[in-house]
């Protein structure tokens, strides 16, 4: 008994606060949109990658994916580079 009268008025507080609904229920809805908003903003990713002693089987695999430009450089020219 004791139990659903604690029940009772602690569901009767929270009704009665507005901004403990309003972060229940509004807030969640709000977070969610801002988060379709975020992830479907369209943008183009492009990739410059130099190897250096890769296999050209893994070279050619990267060539294959969108976005990814590969280029064969020397040890000196990849140390300048990243210089």
Do not use: C, H, Y
């Not at 009767?12 to 972060?23: A, C, G, N, P, Y």
């Not at 050619?60 to 990243?82: E, F, I, P, W, Y």
């Amino acid at each position: 008994m004791r139990t659903l009268a604690i029940t009772k008025r602690v569901l009767t507080e929270l009704f009665r606060d507005k901004r403990t609904l309003v972060l229940m229920f509004i807030a969640p809805i709000i977070v969610m949109w801002l988060m379709n908003v975020m992830f479907s903003a369209n943008s183009n990713t492009k990739v410059n990658i130099a190897t250096v002693s890769v296999s050209q089987s893994m070279r050619s695999n990267l060539r294959k994916v969108d976005g990814v430009s590969v280029v064969t450089s020397s040890n000196q020219q990849a140390k300048k580079r990243l210089e």
